[in-house]
């Protein structure tokens, strides 16, 4: 970025934050080479680049340069649907908030009730908001005249035939593999899978887990998944007694999420006092209050970027010349393991 650029993005930030009102005095050059260290060419280039925006309005020769407006904020808003079940979520919504503002945007979310969610998707498309961030799994809900962008966030399902998606994710796939080669580094001999396969996050995290195994010569490593349909403690309570019944010496438990593992430890902290010293447990998710207090080797995805990027994608989508036969966009976060030496 050069001197002049660099200048510009300094007073836009002075013109947002409400100094000069508009009407007021704007400072002269002179003024803004002192104030700025800049010389007189930057300060003048700059002024002129403010003035061709519309937010500055120079006078005759002599009688100052005024502010004519500010920026309009916002420019646009933009919906997020969601159940406000998780904390994860609000990661997620936290970072597509700061990445709106940034941008001149505002969000506005939406957790419609029991049957109101194709009420809201019609209201939202004769609406003037710019698209919708999705934490949902279902893309059948949004019908073919659907006319805004919308991306989804880290729950994305499988596409139907004719369908086309965007959405923004961590990377499921190399952090679930990353976290299974630790595992079996470490020297741990008889490893399961406990998981979900409700979503392409899910997929794509117990393919990992599989193909690391497969790779390490572990012939019977898709005998040793173990799915359940919710996650609830009742069906991890019901995994865990086929997972012994099979796999009596198992050492290792590597999971899909942070509330599969909690289920786990809730579990055998009374059934089986002494786990700790036979098995071991993995996560995915770091949920605090989860990870953090039962030093749970997990994966950090990353929530709040996730939330920052889908918001870059959607604007971008939204900008461009058509909206509807737009390209799918797919982008994967880097995911990162923490907690690795407990495994």
């Keep these: 970025m050069n001197k002049v650029n660099e200048l510009v993005e300094q007073l836009h930030d002075l013109l947002d934050?409400?100094?000069?009102?508009?009407?007021?005095?704007?400072?002269?050059?002179?003024?803004?080479?002192?104030?700025?260290?800049?010389?007189?060419?930057?300060?003048?280039?700059?002024?002129?680049l403010l003035a061709a925006e519309g937010l500055l309005e120079r006078g005759v020769r002599g009688s100052g340069t005024y502010v004519k407006k500010t920026k309009v904020f916002p420019k646009g808003w933009i919906a997020v649907i969601e159940d406000f079940k998780h904390p994860y979520n609000m990661g997620m919504v936290a970072g597509a908030a700061q990445e709106a503002f940034a941008q001149g945007y505002m969000i506005s979310t939406f957790c419609p009730e029991t049957g109101g969610m194709s009420k809201l998707i019609n209201q939202l498309n004769y609406s003037d908001c710019v698209g919708i961030l999705g934490m949902l799994f279902q893309l059948d809900i949004f019908p073919s005249y659907?006319?805004?962008?919308?991306?989804?966030?880290?729950?994305?399902?499988?596409?139907?035939p004719g369908q086309s998606s965007h959405y923004v994710m961590c990377d499921n796939y190399g952090a679930a593999s990353?976290?299974?080669?630790?595992?079996?580094?470490?020297?741990k001999k008889n490893v399961v899978i406990l998981g979900i396969s409700n979503s392409l996050t899910r997929k794509r995290r117990l393919e990992g887990f599989l193909d690391v195994m497969e790779k390490y010569g572990i012939e019977d490593a898709k005998?040793?998944?173990?799915?359940?349909?919710?996650?609830?403690?009742?069906?991890?309570?019901i995994a865990l007694r086929k997972i012994l019944q099979k796999f009596p010496d198992v050492d290792f438990i590597v999971?899909?999420?942070?509330?599969?593992?909690?289920?786990?430890?809730?579990?055998?902290?009374?059934?089986?006092?002494?786990?700790?010293?036979?098995?071991?447990?993995?996560?995915f998710g770091k949920v605090r209050g989860i990870s953090d207090l039962h030093n749970l080797p997990t994966v950090d995805q990353h929530p709040w970027h996730i939330g920052s990027e889908a918001v870059k994608v959607l604007l971008e989508i939204a900008q461009s010349d058509d909206v509807i036969n737009h390209p799918p966009v797919h982008i994967e976060v880097p995911a990162e393991i923490i907690n690795a030496e407990f495994i």
Excluded at 18 to 33: C, I, M, N, T
Excluded at 179 to 187: C, D, H, N, P
């Design 223 to 237: 005998q040793r998944e173990f799915l359940i349909r919710q996650g609830s403690q009742h069906e991890v309570k």
């Design 255 to 283: 999971t899909d999420s942070d509330d599969i593992a909690f289920h786990i430890i809730q579990v055998w902290n009374a059934e089986r006092p002494d786990w700790k010293k036979q098995t071991g447990i993995s996560g």
């Design 146 to 160: 659907f006319q805004k962008p919308v991306i989804h966030l880290d729950s994305v399902a499988e596409p139907q």
């Design 178 to 187: 990353e976290m299974m080669e630790k595992v079996l580094a470490s020297g």
């Design 17 to 48: 934050s409400g100094a000069f009102p508009p009407g007021a005095r704007f400072p002269s050059e002179y003024e803004l080479q002192e104030r700025f260290a800049v010389s007189r060419f930057t300060a003048n280039k700059a002024v002129a």
